[in-house]
């Protein structure tokens, strides 16, 4: 066997470890990565290619030409003085990096996923077990072991004091002590399916994460023997990035990477029917202030607005004398955002001995105050299953969650029932499921508001372009007495199968959400100054909206 050259040209710390995504040749499926000093090594599971990558111009070599078969369908990868490390299949090996023959080390009962070592101590992670297992190399017998962080497959990183996990289902990357396994915090990672993690430390000691991601992606294929030509169908897409974070611990919660993102939203007067409607009104919300979003710059559309607040929101008031039969206009605003990642760690522990919920919260947040249908008997029902005995404030919402994602599974309407007539159907909408929530929540106590109202495609990678977005969306915001409102998604993290559901989007949100008028109404009519109902006439009769998001940039690393 040929001794393996790891040596990369010339390169500033800039070039190869900036936030450039790293998309290496001929990768199908990355999964584990590992670096050696300044080269980055990954395993492409699919193909059985040990590669040598090239952070600055994505070439890539095989390092084991002649022993693809034996790298074929491993998924974790570690590096650790002069030994290899690799899961393959129930077992574990170890070869030296200048041979690549393996040496078997273990074998689980179940699938060893991802490994990871720190001198003589060896991590290993079984998504079948639950469980991050941990071995003494010199014995190769087991320690003792931790419970998995989350619900996916897991890959594995570790450094002196830490042991970082990365959950393909979860989308999560967790920082454990590796002595105890307790969980320091969490970080959502920019992408989704997570395949492979590994620390680069610079010459200043300075460590960044970075994570492989594998799945497979949508694209129209130009198919000059079909008629039409064009055809729908997949493809592979792996790639590395930086993953940054910033951890607040008093105030727990952690940021991850974000973007600067410019988002218009705008109405084109185009009624179904013409109408006459005096001394009109129209207010829409304008994007919040938040820990993980920064508002930059808003700018109006077509129109002038003044801006009023209301529950501590900000909407844009667009007036008219009259809109009268035949008149057309175009108005909205154009929002400069900073909007980042956000994870949440608050355990059952702390919320043991909360403050007393305060009067105002419980006339205002507890009430069925928007066709909740909490007086019903399904839905009051609902509300005692859900919780069963439970009496701490986050198990109970936990509990809400999992019962409703048990109940119901995810279908677009043209319209919105209420919580009764979903749980009858067992079938809703994201607002549907927030509808239910929000009504099962108040029945039991838990403060709760609705947020939303759209997602950016989380198409990065497509910077300076215009991108709309399929749908509008909603989720939710539970309260908890001196900790504030935290954020739970509506129906993404409901992967089917009867759970065990992922808590990607439990008290976390992605950099594409984007937060507009919490608790309260998006976009309201009036008249005369009397607010018109979807029965009196419906917005959407009226006008057609239009939503564009332009990602300008990443944002940097946190300083």
């Known amino acids: 066997m040929r001794n393996m050259s790891f040596a990369l040209p010339s390169l500033t710390a800039s070039q190869m470890f900036g936030q450039r995504t790293i998309r290496p040749l001929t990768a199908a499926t990355l999964c584990g990565i590992a670096f050696i000093k300044d080269t980055l090594v990954a395993i492409d599971t699919t193909k059985g290619h040990l590669l040598e990558i090239d952070p600055a111009s994505d070439n890539s070599k095989i390092l ?290 909360i403050p007393e919920l305060s009067p105002e919260f419980q006339t205002r947040y507890l009430v069925d105050d928007d066709d909740l249908a909490m007086d019903t008997p399904i839905v009051r029902r609902a509300a005692r299953e859900a919780i069963g005995s439970e009496t701490n404030l986050l198990r109970k919402m936990y509990n809400i969650r999992n019962y409703v994602y048990d109940e119901l599974s995810y279908g677009i309407k043209p319209h919105i029932d209420t919580p009764d007539l979903v749980l009858e159907r067992g079938i809703g909408s994201c607002g549907e499921y927030v509808g239910v929530l929000l009504a099962l929540c108040r029945l039991n106590g838990i403060p709760c508001r609705t947020v939303g109202r759209y997602k950016c495609p989380p198409h990065s990678e497509h910077q300076g372009v215009p991108l709309q977005p399929d749908f509008n969306h909603v989720w939710l915001e539970f309260y908890i007495p001196g900790f504030g409102w935290l954020p739970m998604e509506s129906n993404p993290d409901d992967v089917g199968n009867d759970g065990p559901y992922p808590t990607r989007f439990f008290m976390g949100l992605c950099w594409y959400h984007i937060e507009i008028g919490k608790g309260i109404t998006f976009e309201t009519l009036s008249s005369q100054g009397q607010r018109l109902t979807k029965e009196d006439i419906p917005i959407g009769d009226l006008a057609l909206n239009h939503i564009r998001f332009t990602i300008l940039k990443e944002l940097p690393p946190f300083s």
Request: hydrophobic content about 35%; proline content about 6%; some cysteine.
């Open 64 to 353: 084991n030409p002649h022993q693809v078969g034996e790298f074929s369908e491993v998924t974790g990868l570690a590096v650790w003085s002069n030994s290899l490390w690799v899961t393959r299949g129930n077992s574990v090996y170890l070869s030296q990096i200048s041979s690549l023959g393996l040496e078997h080390f273990v074998t689980l009962p179940y699938a060893a996923n991802g490994v990871a070592v720190w001198e003589s101590t060896v991590y290993v992670s079984c998504q079948k077990l639950g469980c991050i297992l941990i071995f003494d190399h010199d014995t190769r017998k087991e320690i003792t072991r931790f419970y998995a962080p989350g619900v996916g497959v897991e890959n594995l990183a570790v450094t002196q004091e830490t042991l970082w996990v990365c959950d393909r289902t979860e989308q999560t990357v967790y920082a454990m002590d590796r002595a105890t396994g307790e969980i320091q915090f969490s970080v959502l990672t920019p992408f989704e399916f997570p395949t492979g993690i590994a620390i680069h430390t610079d010459d200043t000691g300075k460590e960044t994460l970075f994570i492989a991601y594998a799945s497979d992606e949508p694209y129209i294929r130009d198919n000059p023997n079909a008629d039409p030509n064009h055809e729908l169908t997949y493809r592979d897409r792996t790639f590395i990035h930086p993953l940054y974070y910033h951890y607040e611990a008093d105030k727990k919660y952690a940021l991850s990477n974000g973007y600067l993102i410019e988002m218009s939203y705008a109405e084109e007067i185009s009624p179904l029917e013409e109408v006459y409607l005096p001394e009109v009104e129209w207010r829409i919300a304008l994007p919040s202030e938040t820990e993980r979003q920064k508002v930059k710059h808003i700018e109006p559309i077509g129109l002038p607005f003044t801006e009023e607040e209301i529950d501590g929101q900000r909407v844009a008031v667009f007036k008219f004398d009259a809109l009268t039969p035949g008149e057309r206009h175009i108005f909205g605003w154009k929002a400069l955002l900073e909007v980042r990642g956000i994870k949440y760690r608050i355990t059952p522990r702390d919320v043991e001995d």
